[in-house]
């Protein structure tokens, strides 16, 4: 079974479980779920082809195949699973308001995943990734997961 396979299916199982049995679901939680979900599963990508997962995160080739990096990918990654399976926790002790502080400060991946790229990686990632984790982190800045943004807004 390929690695985005087992990913997909993973992803499909933590949804699930996290749809059916908690009582507090709301539609406006669907995002905070899915991006915990794609998350905590995506982190286990490098565990199977670490050179594949440097070339998704946006990697110049050179970078993505140095086998020096691979430790490198995977244990960073293991910090992604840590938060998805986080965020999945919380959702599950109905702490919704912390929730939306991760996903706020995340925002800082969002930044440094730019730089980084803007240096190493492919033409076009950095701001890929900026836009991708920076919608990750505006779920909690605008109090989407519990009604209630963690940094005063009144959007909702």
Same mark, same amino acid.
């Given at each position: 079974?390929?690695?985005?396979? /087992?990913?997909?299916?993973?992803?499909?199982?933590?949804? !699930?479980?996290?749809?059916?049995?908690?009582?507090?679901?709301?539609?406006?939680?669907?995002?905070?779920?899915? @991006?915990?979900?794609? !998350?905590?599963?995506?982190?286990? %990508?490098?565990?199977?082809?670490?050179?594949?997962? +440097?070339?998704?995160?946006? &990697? *110049?080739?050179?970078?993505?195949?140095?086998?020096? #990096?691979? =430790?490198?990918? !995977? $244990?960073?990654?293991?910090?992604?699973?840590? /938060?998805? +399976?986080? @965020? +999945?926790?919380?959702? #599950? #002790?109905?702490?919704?308001?912390?929730?939306?502080?991760? %996903?706020?400060?995340?925002?800082? /991946?969002? &930044?440094?995943?730019?730089? $980084?790229?803007? *240096?190493?990686?492919? =033409?076009? *990632?950095?701001?890929?990734?900026?836009? #991708?984790?920076?919608?990750?982190?505006?779920?909690?800045?605008?109090?989407? !997961?519990?009604?209630?943004?963690? @940094?005063?807004?009144?959007?909702?």
């Amino acid at each position: 079974m390929a690695t985005g396979e /087992i990913a997909h299916l993973l992803s499909g199982a933590i949804i !699930t479980l996290a749809f059916s049995h908690f009582e507090h679901f709301e539609n406006r939680h669907i995002p905070s779920i899915l @991006v915990a979900a794609l !998350t905590a599963t995506g982190g286990t %990508w490098p565990v199977f082809s670490a050179s594949s997962a +440097l070339t998704k995160f946006g &990697f *110049q080739p050179s970078i993505a195949a140095a086998k020096p #990096a691979f =430790p490198v990918i !995977t $244990v960073f990654s293991a910090r992604d699973t840590t /938060i998805g +399976l986080s @965020v +999945l926790a919380l959702y #599950a #002790a109905k702490h919704l308001e912390a929730i939306d502080i991760i %996903w706020s400060v995340v925002g800082y /991946i969002a &930044f440094m995943d730019a730089w $980084v790229l803007s *240096q190493h990686g492919r =033409p076009g *990632q950095a701001m890929f990734r900026f836009v #991708a984790v920076g919608l990750s982190a505006m779920i909690g800045i605008v109090g989407l !997961t519990s009604g209630v943004s963690p @940094v005063g807004l009144k959007v909702l």
